[in-house]
């Protein structure tokens, strides 16, 4: 079985950072895509950031040049480092990842961790 398992949500003033983290354990042969999403009340939950395999990224409109998103293969572990934040970035944050699995078949799946509480306030 596979789990995410996020951290590093808390509280910051607006114009702080936070680094959040999201590991994968479990019988993970690859990670094809990790992305984070995001869902503030009574809104939709809505992409963030996505990085896929090779390295390439794609971002929200309202995240680009604050946000950056990278991971680590050889730990199976993905960030998300936030910059420049702001109130309207108030949400619960989800680690997302299509991950590979080989254990009697190959299966490729799709896979959320439990969320992690973003609040921006003074």
């Known amino acids: 079985q596979v789990q995410l398992v996020e951290s590093g949500g808390g509280l910051v003033q607006p114009g702080g950072s936070l680094r959040l983290s999201c590991a994968a354990s479990g019988s993970i042969f690859s990670i094809n895509t990790m992305a984070w999403y995001r869902q503030a009340p009574g809104k939709e939950r809505e992409l963030v950031a996505r990085?896929?395999?090779?390295?390439?990224?794609n971002y929200a409109d309202s995240v680009k040049g604050r946000f950056t998103i990278s991971r680590d293969n050889a730990r199976n572990t993905g960030y998300l480092q936030m910059n420049s934040l702001k109130p309207e970035d108030t949400a619960v944050y989800y680690c997302n990842a299509v991950i590979t699995t080989r254990v009697v078949v190959t299966t490729v799946r799709d896979y959320w961790g439990q969320g992690t509480q973003v609040t921006v306030s003074s």
């Open positions: 990085i896929i395999g090779g390295g390439a990224t």
